[in-house]
């Protein structure tokens, strides 16, 4: 479902339909770009998406929900950027009512008696992908029937997300619990029959919204457990380095096959433990991660602490590109890419959006 060479990722990107997907995306077979796995470890960046999309021939303004659904995604990373680790707590009002810091087994196992998200979860777990619109009914099932504090099943869903990226899965995750919005998101049978176009009745969830947001937790959602969600890193071994030429640092949120690639360089990625035990991924997870390296000549892999490498190596030139999760490395930070030159911290994606729009109108495409 996500091939990993970068030719064939190009391949994806020049076959996506800007005007369809913005017609269908909230549909479970809308035309999804399926792109979000590769934006997600910088394999490919919102800009060059954009870039690449414009120089087709669309308009700016004829694309506007695509790009602003892009743009959702620079959105969460600046929040991420402005408010550091505090996306990791409630970050604008308590989540109520709460009354557990776990979540459910029906979910986790796919029982919940809805049709729709059951068939979904299974097929998330032998693809690494949820359509963003089940992502909501799944929050929505956690955090306002079952009552479960929103961050655990977040955790659950990125360590299992091949596009997982903590930013964005935390805090829509909190947008749909109501902790980073001003109301929570709740979607009945009716709402889940019209997007996965199933005709089922008779659920927990078959009642009119006013019922849903009184009712108490469904019998079906009562038994709860802890996942135990830990990291199977490949196996520490020694690498080789020219300590003559400068270092270039890749993560799990830097695998751009462009990045510097003119330059002779040791090519480093880095997976420190400490990371995976803060923000635990799957092993479809890693091996997807470790399978897009491939797109980098002459990379090696190395486990352990970035001031760690930096001791045990004598690295001097060190280049990294920037991110919230990257604050502790030492050397030259460079940049990402960005659609907008829009930054900072805004309390809506709408106040953002504003100020994106008035830069997207006056984007231009070479002839």
Known sequence: MFPTSYKEILQRLNTIDPLKYGATRNFIDGAVTYLSPYISRGVISTKFVLTEVLRRGYRPEQIEKFIQELAWRDYWQQI???????????????????????????????????????????????????????????????????????????????????????????????????????????????????????????TFLDVSYSTLQEMPVPKVLDDLVKPELKTPLPEAVPIQVDISQPTCIYNFYNLDPLWKKDTKANRILLLEPSHFKQYPISKMSVDFMLSLTKNIAHMQVYVGEFQELVDRYKLKDIHYKEHPLNTHYQGTQEPRDWMFTVKGYYPSFFSYWKKCKKEMLTIRTEP
């Open 80 to 202: 991420w950027i402005a408010k550091g680790d505090a996306i990791n707590h409630d970050l604008k009002q308590p989540q109520k009512p709460v009354t557990n810091n776990a979540l459910s087994k029906a979910i986790i196992d796919g029982q919940t008696g809805i049709k729709a998200i059951d068939k979904a979860i299974a097929h998330f777990y032998h693809t690494g992908y949820l359509h963003n619109h089940v992502r909501m009914y799944i929050a929505s099932l956690a955090c306002n029937a079952a009552q479960s504090h929103w961050k655990l099943p977040a955790q659950w869903m990125y360590y299992h997300l091949l596009d997982g990226d903590w930013a964005s899965n935390a805090l829509s995750w909190q947008w749909v619990a109501g902790t980073n919005s001003n109301k929570k998101y709740i979607a009945n049978q009716d709402n889940i029959n019209k997007y996965c176009h199933t005709k089922q009745q008779g």
